[in-house]
Each structure stands twice: as structure tokens, then as C-alpha cells.
């Protein structure tokens, strides 16, 4: 079974510039979460998808960031202008749901490094 | 949400045991605790989860004593390949399917020759 993919590993964009993230999550996996680490500070949650729904976005930073998840499969975070503090790596993480059998478990994609000069 | 306070980081010999012990004093009755781990360039991985006294698989043991107040992750003679940064959290995970995870700084393991 294929983990949670991301795209692009790495990206290097100017101040002002647009740059779209992306997200494959595991085949079956309602949940959809993003997180980012930027440099120097914890991984902090972003925001959670069920399908195609926001469920929480609470930790969307401001404005310039949207994110998006049409047809509850594969997600885009896009960063509109880019500002240097957005430099950091972006995570990406799903989950099936209420498990009969137990809790839920979230499952990381490998990160997006994003660099902004 | 629970705070957990773990080590900043830890050294230890390929072949030795190694016990992460994580503290999260306001644990909530729901609250169930799990461990991930995180290699550098990669996305943090799933480890073990548990609510009270021990937990084992294939990669830890999860121990917690009776007051849930702490936890501690063993992991059994490790390699080099373990060297990596471990995550406690704490959250309810059974009734909020969907909880954002609440990552600290984590303990960085040094696993040396």
C-alpha cells in the first residue's frame, strides 16, 4: 500500500511569488491533515479536511494560505503572496477514522521543504 | 490539551536499551498517549500508543504507570539506524477521531558505535 505522497520534495520561490503544495494521502483516508515546521520551532497543526470538508482550520496562519481538497482525495495548499517567515517544511498526514479495533493513527508524508528568498 | 515535558535530547550504545520517559502531569481521563519518531528529512512515523500500563509491538514497549502521569518508551537494543527524534503526545484520539496532533520538541536520540 502506497504511504502519503508529497509533492514537490523541495521548493525555492521568491518573496511574493505563488507556490502550490500537494498531497496524495493514503487510498481510503477521509482524514487529511497539514502541518508545518518552520525553522527552529515546533510542528504545528495547520489544518484537517473529512473528505472534501474542512473540519478544522484553526491553525491556517493567516489569509495568504489556502488550502483545498476537491473530490476528498488529493489536497493543494497554496501560498499566495510567499513571505519568508512561510519558509519551513510542510507536512502532510491522513487518517482512516474510528477504527472498531482501536484509535486513530495518523500517517506522514514525507514533507515539503519550502524556501523563501 | 495535556503538556508533556520530555528530555531535550539522549546519547546511547548500538546493542543497549534505551527508556524515553515523557511527563504529562494533567493527563485527561480520555487521553491516550503516543509515541512517534522522526528521522531527519522524512515525516514523523507512527510508534506505539497507549492508555495505561504496558504496551508492546514489534518496534517498543510503551509503559505507564497507574497515575498516567508519565510514560516511558523503551526501545530494545538499538542500532544505529535508531538514531532519530521521538514525539510523546498526549490527546484523545479515541473520541475525537481526527484530533489535531499536538507535537513538543521532542528527545533527540544519538545512537553512537
Known amino acids: 500500500e502506497a504511504g502519503v505522497t508529497q509533492f514537490p520534495s523541495h521548493s525555492v520561490i521568491e518573496k511574493g511569488q505563488t507556490v502550490t503544495l500537494r498531497c496524495d494521502p493514503i487510498?481510503?483516508?477521509?482524514?487529511l491533515y497539514w502541518y508545518r515546521r518552520v525553522m527552529g520551532k515546533e510542528i504545528k497543526f495547520l489544518l484537517h479536511f473529512v473528505k472534501e470538508s474542512k473540519q478544522d482550520e484553526s491553525g491556517m496562519p493567516n489569509n495568504r494560505f489556502l488550502a483545498e481538497r476537491t473530490g476528498g482525495t488529493y489536497s493543494t495548499l497554496k501560498v499566495q503572496p510567499a513571505e519568508l517567515e512561510d519558509s519551513g517544511v510542510y507536512f502532510c498526514a491522513s487518517s482512516h477514522g474510528l477504527s472498531p479495533f482501536g484509535t486513530d493513527t495518523q500517517y506522514f508524508g514525507p514533507g515539503t521543504r519550502l524556501t523563501v528568498l | 490539551l495535556a503538556k508533556t515535558t520530555q528530555p531535550i535530547s539522549m546519547d546511547s550504545y548500538e546493542g543497549q536499551e534505551v527508556n524515553i520517559t515523557c511527563s504529562h502531569n494533567n493527563i485527561a481521563t480520555n487521553d491516550y498517549i503516543t509515541w512517534y519518531q522522526q528521522f531527519p528529512s522524512q515525516g514523523p512515523r507512527f510508534i506505539i500508543q497507549g492508555y495505561k500500563t504496558k504496551v508492546t509491538n514489534e518496534v517498543a514497549s510503551l509503559f505507564i504507570p497507574a497515575d498516567r502521569k508519565s510514560s516511558t518508551l523503551s526501545l530494545p537494543r538499538v542500532s544505529l539506524s535508531d538514531t532519530a527524534v521521538y514525539y510523546c503526545l498526549v490527546g484523545d484520539y479515541l473520541n475525537n477521531a481526527g484530533n489535531m496532533l499536538t507535537f513538543g520538541g521532542g528527545t533527540r536520540l544519538m545512537v553512537k558505535p
Open positions: 487510498s481510503g483516508h477521509d482524514n
